[in-house]
């Protein structure tokens, strides 16, 4: 038997409970991860709150946790790689690997994706079955809280940044939440990319820690609600990327201010809010583009890894904690207290 967190009905933390399960047998093409950590994510609030329902039907009682790492001890059959007592990382996402998307690299865009943590039981617990080919080495140089602070966040934002807004060398950038765990790697990975980064967040420490993982400037959207002139000071002609990964529509409608002729807006998240305001005759005239971006590739999920690897980025780690305080690191998250990802330390460190 092992502990798991699970979720007993939709709503708020309160409907988490601990439990003792079977432990999952691998099947065919899985493998069997000892779990160290895990993080909660703002997926996982959309999964508390029974948004997850409307595609794929869920069962009650139900792990989540999208980003466990640990260690492998057990090989489904057919499977090779990784081997038994081998340290991984698990990727989310799920594709087919069949459809066209897949077929022709793009398995980031797969639609029928499926999430681990969401669409099957997740890493909230003391091990996890996945399919082998969304376990990821992480070798002995990477810790397990980094690897799961990294392997959700940095990929996607590198996804957006590189292959769906053509980031290049030269370019600016406004990312927006940049202490969060999304834009904060947006920040490092944009850098690394070449690009000048202007890093908005709300609050003097938030705005500090985005200076110091390598923004070229930073806006303090919380003491300068009208920020569009401090970041046109910046960038007289206009910022070449907008990246948004929450939504929210105050802070929208001043960036979008921001943007030079042919600027480009790439999205990957909307918890602040799914609907937001944009002016067809500015978006017409000035060659907008606003792209969407969901996840990552297997590519863009090892080059994120072995840019860790390498040291070249950096966890956003806000804090540990114990399995069995699942609920209270929710609060944390849920009641935006928080700067970065949220480990659940599984197994004690150290």
């Known amino acids: 038997m092992m502990r798991a967190i699970v979720l007993t009905g939709f709503g708020d933390p309160v409907r988490l409970a601990i439990v003792e399960l079977p432990i ?56 090779a790689s990784p081997a038994v007592g081998e340290r991984v990382v698990v990727k989310p996402g799920i594709a087919c690997g069949r459809c066209g998307d897949c077929l022709e690299g793009r398995d980031d865009a797969c639609p029928t994706t499926q999430n681990v943590g969401v669409h099957r ?18 070798g002995d140089d990477l810790g397990f809280a980094e690897a799961t602070a990294i392997t959700h966040s940095f990929p996607v934002a590198l996804q957006l940044m590189r292959d769906r807004a053509g980031l290049r060398a030269g370019e600016t950038v406004l990312v927006t939440g940049a202490s969060g765990a999304i834009g904060s790697a947006a920040v490092q990975l944009a850098k690394l990319l070449g690009a000048r980064v202007i890093a908005a967040a709300g609050g003097a420490e938030r705005t500090a820690y985005a200076r110091s993982i390598g923004a070229d400037a930073v806006v303090d959207y919380r003491a300068e609600p009208a920020f569009a002139p401090s970041v046109r000071a910046f960038a007289p002609d206009g910022i070449d990327l907008y990246v ?10 001043e960036s979008l201010k921001t943007l030079g002729r042919r600027g480009r807006v790439a999205v990957c998240g909307s918890h602040a809010g799914p609907l937001v305001e944009v002016d067809l005759n500015w978006l017409f005239r000035m060659r907008i ?55 659940l330390d599984v197994v004690p460190p150290g």
């Open 24 to 79: 999952p047998e691998p099947a065919p093409g899985e493998v069997l991860i000892r779990v160290h950590t895990v993080a909660v994510n703002r997926q996982d609030t959309f999964t508390m709150r029974g948004l997850a329902q409307a595609r794929h039907p869920m069962e009650l009682p139900h792990v989540m946790g999208i980003d466990p790492a640990g260690v492998v001890v057990a090989q489904g059959h057919g499977v």
């Open 121 to 138: 039981p997740g890493g909230m617990a003391e091990y996890v079955s996945v399919p082998a080919q969304n376990a990821f080495p992480i």
């Open 244 to 253: 948004e990964s929450a939504g929210d529509p105050a802070i929208w409608r």
């Open 289 to 343: 583009s606003i792209l969407g971006g969901s996840g990552a590739t297997r590519v863009t999920q090892q080059d994120a890894l072995d840019l860790a690897r390498d040291g070249r980025i950096q966890a956003n780690i806000h804090g540990r904690y114990p399995l069995v305080q699942a609920a209270d690191a929710f609060a944390i998250l849920l009641n935006r207290q928080n700067r970065g990802k949220i480990i």
